[in-house]
């Protein structure tokens, strides 16, 4: 085949704008791509596209509509943090880096429109390229972004416009939603193991955990966990539980449990943290004083309390055996409904913890607890043969 040259790019019509296309996402040559004068937006789009590929260099990509007198457009946009074109002075293009607090470049493949419409979209792009993120398919961008929100413009019709290309329209919405309505699902596991990572998971390395330390390794593993992403576990159920209640119930997370060689999955919701004094599931003994040693026994294995002179309060399940995961929602939250009643009939001043449960119903249950509960955890240590203190909830 020809190679490509400067003269391609001359007269240029719909028929050899697609020809040029598919000649340029086959081309091998970075330096023949890199001379090249397209004066053509969506043609230059495709060639920075395919240097950004041979390269090996990280790249995102977003879609917007842009209302014009007579039509809708939809445009892509590409970010990408080296290599071509210079800087574009724009506001709503600085806006957006100041929010996202990330640099990067930006190509669109449409030079005629006007507005920043486009905003949603590059906000998307930029928060996937700084995170490692994908947006899902069929998804087309639109909105003015003031205040955390998302001021969508002929919604309306752009939406019809969107429908017509089979795509659905994300706008008129919270930024925090966007966010998670629009990005595919990030799948991790927290790997608290000296063991070799065996999963096909993206892995969040905390490393063996020892008597001290730990405050700080449950903020720097839940600074790793993005908004709505897949949740497995190869931690304590004390380390994963520190997890979710720092990471609180603003955002919704799928959670993994590994049984009968698969992993199931429930999503921790605003259902959790339902208070309606129901404990019908659980049992419930000892007697409650102002400082509780509270042990959570859902599990095989016999736990003990906080080694601290104290009243002890136990809480399990009427039942024993291995327990559906279709049945961990509502455990979770009678659980917290029996902290929340332990709290309101009583003046408790403070909880010492124990934990004796499947590891991710530990993480939906500090998901739900949050980290404002004044409760210090504890953890077994074999080689002290005795439970210690970890970590604070309340000053994660």
Same mark, same amino acid.
């Given at each position: ?44 789009? !495709? ?25 809708? %457009? ?9 290599g071509y074109i210079r800087p574009i002075n724009n506001n709503s293009i600085n806006k957006v880096?100041?929010l996202l607090n990330f640099d990067f470049n930006v190509i669109f493949n449409n030079d005629r ?13 930029? &928060? ?43 706008? %008129? ?24 990572? %065996? ?53 919704? &997370? ?55 002179? !104290? ?10 055996? %291995?327990?559906?995961?279709? !049945?961990?929602? !509502? ?66």
């Open positions: 085949m020809k190679k490509l040259s400067n003269n391609d790019f001359k007269n240029l019509d719909e028929i050899r704008i697609d020809i040029l296309k598919q000649r340029i996402a086959n081309c091998e040559d970075i330096e023949l791509l890199e001379s090249l004068e397209i004066p053509n937006a969506l043609l230059s789009y !495709e060639r920075y596209k395919r240097l950004l590929i041979l390269k090996d260099k990280p790249f995102k990509e977003a879609q917007f509509i842009t209302i014009g007198q007579t039509n809708c %457009n939809i445009v892509s946009l590409m970010v990408y943090k080296d880096k100041s429109f006007d507005g920043a419409s486009f905003e949603l979209a590059l906000y998307m792009a930029g &928060y996937c390229l700084k995170n490692n993120r994908t947006v899902k398919d069929h998804l087309v961008f639109s909105g003015v972004i003031h205040q955390n929100k998302v001021l969508t413009a002929y919604f309306d019709k752009k939406q019809k416009c969107a429908q017509k290309a089979n795509k659905k329209l994300i706008g %008129n919405i919270s930024l925090e939603k966007a966010v998670i309505q629009s990005l595919n699902p990030k799948s991790l596991i927290i790997w608290a193991s000296k063991d070799t990572l %065996n999963v096909a998971f993206e892995p969040v390395m905390v490393g063996e955990l020892k008597k001290r330390g730990w405050k700080n390794a449950i903020i720097k593993a839940a600074s790793q966990i993005p908004p709505g992403c897949s949740i497995a576990f190869r931690c304590p159920a004390t380390f994963a539980f520190g997890v979710g209640a720092k990471l609180g119930s603003t955002y919704s &997370y799928e959670v993994l449990h590994f049984a009968n060689g698969q992993y199931q999955g429930f999503t921790t919701s605003r259902k959790l943290k339902e208070i309606d004094g129901n404990t019908s599931l659980l049992e419930i003994e000892g007697n409650i004083g102002k400082i509780v040693n509270l042990t959570i026994h859902i599990a095989s294995h016999q736990p003990g309390f906080a080694p601290v002179d !104290e009243s002890n309060v136990l809480v399990k399940t009427k039942t024993t055996g %291995n327990i559906p995961i279709s !049945e961990y929602e !509502e455990i979770v939250r009678q659980i917290n409904n029996c902290i929340n009643n332990i709290r309101k009939q009583n003046i408790v001043e403070h909880f010492n913890i124990v934990l004796s449960m499947p590891v991710a119903m530990a993480f939906a249950l500090g998901w739900a607890v949050g980290k404002f509960i004044p409760a210090s955890v504890y953890q077994y240590f074999v080689t002290d043969n005795k439970y210690c203190k970890v970590f604070d909830v309340n000053r994660l």
